[in-house]
């Protein structure tokens, strides 16, 4: 890899969801304000629903926050990566494995190596009623599957129908135990 880092980022996952959600929250809150504030008894499936709504619209807005700032950045030395809430850093030669399986949008990855991990996606299209709607993951997904691989001097292990697996190889030209 040349010697300047290369940088990809994962696209941002449209926030309609999240704004749904906050949306649906606020006004499942009002209801129960107001049955409070009038003095009604108040079902319990009413508290507890308003309390799953803010879960919810909590974690939605924690997954957006959490893809907006996932990073991959690539160097001569090996791979960083980072997604706001955990970074790790592998040298080229402690990468042991990836993994690559197919998901609901885009390829899942794994890239694992002495006690590390971290997992990314590939282009993922959301499509609704056959029309594409949003992209997800990193566009540069199969790029950066092909670098990591050539970079760590892994080749293929396995190839399990739509899983691949690409791990290094020892003295006897057989694929890491790992």
Not at 69 to 93: P, Y
Not at 156 to 170: S, V
Request: net charge positive; aromatic share 12%; hydrophobic share 40%.
């Amino acid at each position: 890899i040349q010697n300047e880092p290369k940088c990809y980022q994962s696209i941002p996952t449209p926030r309609t969801g999240e704004g749904n959600a906050w949306i649906l929250t606020f006004l499942v809150f009002i209801v129960w304000f107001f049955m409070r504030l009038s003095g009604q008894t108040i079902p319990l499936s009413v508290t507890f629903f308003l309390i799953f709504m803010m879960l919810t619209a909590s974690l939605i807005s924690l997954g957006n926050w959490v893809e907006r700032r996932t990073r991959i950045e690539l160097d001569a030395e090996g791979i960083r990566f980072e997604n706001g809430l955990r970074k790790v850093r592998m040298q080229w030669d402690e990468i042991h494995d990836v993994w690559v399986k197919p998901a609901v949008w885009g390829n899942r990855v794994r890239v694992s190596g002495k006690g590390k991990q971290f997992d990314f996606h590939t282009l993922g299209e959301v499509k609704y009623k056959g029309l594409v709607k949003a992209h997800t993951g990193f566009a540069e997904g199969e790029e950066l599957i092909r670098l990591i691989v050539l970079n760590s001097g892994l080749s293929i292990a396995a190839d399990r129908g739509n899983i691949l697996i690409y791990t290094r190889k020892n003295e006897n030209g057989m694929g890491s135990p790992h």
